[in-house]
């Protein structure tokens, strides 16, 4: 079955650096508009997009508040990862790497959570002030 599964999260001083990477399994196809991105969460707010990538275009978003600092990338189309820069205390939050295999998320907005099939478990990222 596929799976996600995260690694790179930590505790950090704002300012600081940290990268996040994310290892998919389980499939052997893509779609066009298969999709994998990065969301975040903190207790008792929704999941909010962090960075996008279309794996077969290279195609990439990113949410405003992380832009110029957050840089996405995938090795291939099953690595993927999240290098976080001047970090700041309100990027403390649980994140997620995402998949949209079925390509659900094409001509409409990428961050839209529910769009996305497979989750991985999470990884605690902390940054204090």
């Known amino acids: 079955q596929v799976q996600l599964v995260e690694s790179g999260g930590g505790s950090v001083q704002a300012g600081g650096s940290l990268r996040l990477s994310c290892v998919a399994s389980?499939?052997?196809?893509?779609?066009?508009?298969?999709?994998m991105a990065w969301f975040r969460q903190t207790p008792g707010k929704e999941r909010e997009g962090v960075a996008a990538?279309?794996?077969?275009?290279?195609?990439i978003d990113y949410d405003d508040s992380v832009q110029g600092r957050f840089t996405i990338s995938q090795d291939n189309a099953k690595m993927l990862y999240l290098q976080m820069n001047s970090l700041k205390p309100e990027d403390t939050a649980m994140y997620y790497c995402?998949?949209?295999?079925?390509?659900?998320?094409?001509?409409?907005?990428?961050?839209?959570?529910?769009?996305?099939?497979?989750w991985g478990q999470g990884t605690q990222v902390t940054v204090s002030s």
């Open positions: 995402a998949l949209d295999l079925q390509g659900a998320t094409f001509g409409i907005k990428w961050f839209v959570s529910t769009k996305y099939q497979y």
């Open positions: 990538i279309r794996t077969s275009t290279g195609s």
């Open positions: 389980g499939y052997t196809y893509e779609t066009y508009g298969t999709r």
